[in-house]
């Protein structure tokens, strides 16, 4: 079983910065792709940005300039550096892992999702 526990939301101005934090831990043999989700209150879930163990990212165009994703891939753990925040920003942050496991095999995991609220 693999567990991703996320950390680092909050409430935050316009024009603030957040930074997110996921560690993935349990059975891993390795850690193929890690990225981050978000959905708001009425919108479907959608990629913010994703990293591959190569370090190839990939962002949304709406973040694409504000928002950095990075890992360590020692630690198993996948990091959102959000600056430049909107209104628009605002939900919850959900982290994605693509995990190889020992067993042989790849597999899909999520995290419990954190908030995320841009307001004044």
């Known amino acids: 079983q693999v567990q991703l526990v996320e950390s680092g939301g909050g409430l935050v101005q316009p024009g603030g910065s957040l930074r997110l934090s996921c560690a993935a831990s349990?059975?891993?043999?390795?850690?193929?792709?890690l990225g981050w989700y978000r959905q708001a209150p009425g919108n479907q879930r959608e990629l913010v940005a994703a990293?591959?163990?190569?370090?190839?990212?990939n962002y949304a165009d709406s973040v694409k300039g504000r928002f950095t994703i990075s890992r360590d891939n020692a630690k198993n753990t996948v990091y959102l550096q959000m600056n430049s925040l909107k209104p628009e920003d605002t939900a919850v942050y959900y982290c994605?892992?693509?995990?190889?496991?020992?067993?042989?095999?790849?597999?899909?995991?999520w995290g419990q999702g954190t908030q995320g609220t841009v307001s004044s």
């Open positions: 994605n892992a693509d995990v190889i496991v020992p067993q042989g095999g790849s597999y899909d995991y």
């Open positions: 990293i591959t163990s190569g370090g190839s990212t």
């Open positions: 349990g059975s891993i043999f390795d850690i193929y792709a």
